[in-house]
């Protein structure tokens, strides 16, 4: 009995549906179970003033809470690793700035069966709050990578930032322990605006699928006159992870008008205070100057109201001037008596030469010389041939 042609069709086409890669494949293979890698979550720390300690218990609990969602952590955890920490406390080898020595990383490790260790640091910026994220190897005791998030004080700020530290810090680890590929999407319904992802540009490339390894990516879409977008994502094998970025513009014609009323301000008051005081206000400068007038009254307001402001600019250059002047020019006056008699001129006492004893001494001697000397010269001119008297004479 020949076959029906409906039949051959059957049949050819079970054969070629037989023959496809996809039948030759045979059933889709489950992902490979992925090898959880143990970690300890040190205390976290918190670091500046006025910081509530309930911050650090709640912020905790996001950053363990997103590890477990990664898929590649074991959190070590219970009342098994409380024991032996507080033990570890007790042997002070589990002491305040573990995470800063490798020997107490090494250490507490490989009492807890630990291969990493997540450290947290909460502290005051001065801008809002900055989260950041450490790993170690707890192999080697050195820092594997380090992330930091700044936030504001909104809860739902700060949980974003930790998730995103929390992410950026892993992102090694899951690369290698989530081994395949994934497919990632960026679109922005702004043209013209670039995409980077982990830092890297690829220009324009949005609305289009990248074929990426497992892994965490750092997305951000920028374009001029708009605010950044920016997202922490984490792509897992066979994910098809579509990200839409938004863009918000910035209004930049308040931007004049906030620099106008700025400048205006300043430059409003100087000149409101000669034009829009009373006339017998003083400038500021010139009340110290008010009180030193004789009369000690202020002057009435009036046609004169503006003389008091021209006074004190004359005042430091002309009147006070002789008066820095004059207190050098007093200084000399105990050297006034030079302009008397010089002193050598009266004896000890004080009186004239010619009012002293040795003075009148003196004269009286010399007149008494001299007339002797008269005398005897008279007597020689009488007895001019008699040698005798000459000879007795030069013996005197």
């Not at 931007?255 to 008051?269: E, I, Q, R, S, T």
């Amino acid at each position: 009995m020949p076959n029906p042609p409906f039949l051959r069709w059957f049949l050819v086409l079970a054969a070629f549906l037989a023959c496809s890669p996809a039948a030759l494949a045979g059933p889709p293979k489950k992902p490979a179970k992925v090898k959880l890698t143990a970690v300890w979550v040190m205390p976290v720390r918190l670091k500046g003033e006025g910081l509530d300690p309930k911050l650090a218990q709640t912020l905790g609990k996001v950053m363990v809470e997103e590890l477990k969602g990664l898929g590649v952590f074991d959190i070590l955890g219970g009342d098994a690793v409380k024991a032996k920490t507080k033990a570890l406390k007790a042997k002070k080898i589990l002491v305040p700035g573990c995470e800063e020595k490798t020997g107490c990383v090494q250490a507490v490790g490989r009492t807890l069966a630990a291969k990493l260790f997540f450290h947290m640091q909460i502290g005051r910026a001065q801008e809002g709050i900055t989260i950041t994220l450490r790993t170690f190897d707890v192999k080697t005791g050195k820092l594997l990578r380090q992330a930091a998030e700044r936030a504001d004080e909104r809860p739902e700020d700060l949980e974003r930032a930790t998730r995103w530290a929390s992410r950026q810090v892993s992102s090694p680890v899951v690369t290698t322990m989530l081994k395949g590929k994934g497919r990632l999407t960026v679109n922005c319904a702004e043209a013209g605006a670039n995409l980077y992802l982990n830092g890297k540009s690829f220009g324009t490339n949005l609305g289009k699928g990248f074929k990426v390894s497992a892994g965490v990516f750092d997305v951000v879409v920028k374009k001029e006159g708009f605010e950044p977008f920016h997202d922490v994502v984490v792509v897992r094998p066979a994910d098809d992870r579509v990200v839409e970025a938004s863009l918000q513009a910035v209004d930049r014609r308040a931007a004049p008008a906030d620099v106008v009323a700025a400048a205006d301000k300043p430059a409003d008051k100087p000149a409101d205070k000669p034009v829009d005081k009373p006339k017998d206000d003083l400038p500021a400068w010139a009340v110290f100057d008010k009180a030193k007038p004789a009369d000690g009254g202020a002057k009435p307001a009036g046609g004169d109201a503006a003389k008091p402001a021209d006074k004190p600019a004359d005042k430091p250059r002309v009147a006070d001037k002789p008066k820095v002047i004059a207190k050098p020019e007093d200084k000399p006056a105990p050297f006034l008596p030079t302009q008397d008699p010089p002193e050598e001129t009266r004896d000890d006492e004080g009186g004239a030469f010619y009012e002293t004893w040795w003075f009148w001494t003196v004269v009286g001697a010399v007149v008494v010389g001299a007339g002797v000397g008269l005398g005897v010269g008279l007597g020689m001119g009488g007895e001019g041939g008699n040698d005798v008297g000459s000879a007795a004479l030069s013996w005197q």
